[in-house]
């Protein structure tokens, strides 16, 4: 059963990332996060959203990106979403150093950042209807 939920919608511009990271990052600190879940919670939905901008609409600004989140009970799932390229091998798209845009001397890492620091990472594409990342964290319980 759903505790709580927020959805946000914004463009897809580069300057809007903060804003998702911090959003997110002030929607579950009802939880009471330790400072080292909330590090983690941004640095995936940061990875998640520049996917979104730079891979599903190649810095096409005036595209939007969506986020869901909801807490169940101590678990948080982070659901970032466009309707970009999509990805047309998602698993080679997870493999560390993999990128589709060497030209912007990408690191290639950014599904390997949010499978670091969240318990779950699925991924849903289809090519030219956009891309769903679906993330969970569990937080620590409160001592």
Same mark, same amino acid.
């Given at each position: 059963?759903?505790?709580?939920?927020?959805?946000?919608?914004?463009?897809?511009?580069?300057?809007?990332?903060?804003?998702?990271?911090?959003?997110?990052?002030?929607?579950?600190?009802?939880?009471?996060?330790?400072?080292?879940?909330?590090?983690?919670?941004?640095?995936?939905?940061s990875e998640a959203?520049?996917n979104s901008i730079?891979?599903?609409?190649?810095?096409?600004?005036?595209?939007?990106?969506?986020?869901?989140?909801?807490?169940?009970?101590? #678990?948080?799932?982070?659901?970032? @979403?466009? =309707? +970009?390229? *999509?990805?047309?091998?998602? %698993?080679?798209?997870?493999?560390?150093?993999? #990128?589709?845009?060497?030209?912007? @001397?990408? =690191? +290639?890492? *950014?599904?390997?950042?949010? %499978?670091?620091?969240?318990?779950?990472?699925?991924?849903?594409?289809?090519?030219?209807?956009?891309?769903?990342?679906?993330?969970?964290?569990?937080?620590?319980?409160?001592?």
């Amino acid at each position: 059963m759903i505790d709580n939920k927020m959805k946000i919608e914004f463009l897809s511009k580069s300057e809007n990332e903060a804003f998702a990271r911090v959003a997110v990052a002030s929607f579950v600190a009802q939880l009471d996060p330790t400072m080292d879940e909330i590090t983690d919670i941004k640095t995936a939905v940061s990875e998640a959203v520049t996917n979104s901008i730079i891979h599903g609409y190649e810095n096409k600004p005036e595209n939007t990106v969506a986020i869901l989140c909801c807490i169940e009970g101590r #678990t948080v799932t982070v659901v970032v @979403e466009d =309707s +970009g390229v *999509g990805i047309s091998n998602i %698993e080679e798209a997870r493999e560390p150093l993999y #990128t589709s845009r060497p030209d912007l @001397e990408r =690191s +290639g890492m *950014g599904f390997t950042m949010m %499978e670091t620091f969240m318990d779950e990472v699925e991924v849903f594409s289809e090519k030219n209807k956009g891309t769903k990342v679906v993330m969970k964290k569990i937080f620590k319980a409160i001592s």
